[in-house]
């Protein structure tokens, strides 16, 4: 069964990581105090403060949108870690893909991907 994507909403009409650092980010005006989860058709606050400790609620919200995107850039804060293993394993069995790399990096991505028109969203750890 083939699942159908919803199209992607125009360049102009993405979210788009303006600001991150001091612990907040700033997306399309709006000021996030937490962690980010940037979709192609819309930003949500993130409850993770770092990988090792990401709760179910916050792995959820990822896998619920895996149908949306083509990869998930994760920003694990101010330095790039490893996945740990549970999660790791938790994202091959969704079939999740994620790209892994310090926060401010992945902004940048991020905004690169999106303007290209690429169906990308980024998971994001303040810094």
């Not at 962690?35 to 993130?46: C, K, R, T």
Request: proline fraction near 6%.
């Amino acid at each position: 069964m083939d699942i159908k994507r919803s199209p992607l909403p125009a360049v102009a009409d993405r979210p788009k990581i303006q600001k991150y650092g001091a612990g907040r980010f700033t997306i399309s005006g709006q000021v996030y105090t937490s962690g980010v989860f940037v979709l192609p058709h819309q930003a949500l606050s993130w409850p993770a403060t770092d990988l090792a400790s990401l709760s179910d609620e916050a792995i959820d919200l990822l896998l619920a949108h895996t149908s949306e995107i083509d990869v998930c850039l994760l920003g694990c804060g101010p330095k790039t870690l490893p996945i740990p293993a549970t999660l790791r394993t938790r994202f091959k069995a969704a079939g999740f893909r994620a790209d892994v790399m310090d926060t401010g990096s992945a902004c940048r991505t991020y905004n690169v991907l999106m303007s290209e028109g690429r169906a990308v969203a980024a998971a994001l750890i303040a810094i």
